[in-house]
Structure formats: structure tokens, C-alpha cells
């Protein structure tokens, strides 16, 4: 049961970059998911969540409105789209499943996890 986070890099600010979160070992299907990251220094954040179906996402405030998070079950992977980046969004970024309902905002109700994904946004 593993999840490998992938996608991120070196972009310059007002780039993008889409990281993905693949399941091996297991289906997503009936998985939460929620994507995290923690730049140095700082406390781990919760970035974005999506429910099992994909009906119900969530949003930090800091990323609404930049980043997307979505879901191809038939592939067993989750999305980040991440558009618009900023030098605060450099984090090594993290993806989370839980088999629960709905999308958990709490990263203490995930309990697998992937090793993370680095995104540098250069000024």
C-alpha cells in the first residue's frame, strides 16, 4: 500500500505545474484524499481535499482560486493543478488518503501517505 507523489520542480513565479498522486497496492475509489505541504521552518499546512467520489473539494484561502485538485479513479490518481505560482507556494508537497466519507480538512484523519514532491517558485 503506497502512494507516490510526483510532478514538481523549478518554475518561476506565475508558472504552473500539475503533481499527481498515484495508489499502488490499493484503488483509490473509496479514498479522501488531501494534498499538504511544508515549506522549511514552518508547520505542515493543508493545501487541498477531495472526497472519494470527487464531488466535494476543499481549498486553503492561500490557494483558492489557483490550484485545482481532481481525480481520475480510472487511473488511480489525483491531481494538483497549480497555476499562478508564487515564491510562498515552494513547499516539498505531500498526498494523503483515507478511506473515509467526505474530504477530511485534518491531516491527523490520514493515514497513508506518499514521500513528497519538491516545488521551487522562483521570484
Known amino acids: 500500500v503506497q502512494l507516490q507523489a510526483s510532478g514538481g520542480g523549478l518554475v518561476q513565479a506565475g508558472g504552473s505545474l500539475r503533481l499527481s498522486c498515484a495508489a499502488s497496492?490499493?484503488?483509490?475509489?473509496?479514498?479522501?484524499i488531501g494534498w499538504f505541504r511544508q515549506a522549511p521552518g514552518k508547520v505542515r499546512e493543508g493545501v487541498s481535499y477531495?472526497?472519494?467520489?470527487?464531488?466535494?473539494?476543499y481549498y486553503a484561502d492561500s490557494v483558492r482560486g489557483r490550484f485545482t485538485i481532481s481525480r481520475d479513479n480510472a487511473k488511480n490518481t489525483v491531481y494538483l493543478q497549480m497555476n499562478s505560482l508564487k515564491p510562498e507556494d515552494t513547499a516539498v508537497y505531500y498526498c494523503a488518503a483515507r478511506n473515509v466519507p467526505g474530504a477530511p480538512t485534518d491531516a491527523a484523519q490520514y493515514d497513508t501517505w506518499g514521500q513528497g514532491t519538491q516545488v521551487t517558485v522562483s521570484s
Open positions: 477531495i472526497s472519494s467520489s470527487g464531488g466535494s473539494t
Open positions: 497496492g490499493f484503488t483509490l475509489d473509496y479514498y479522501a
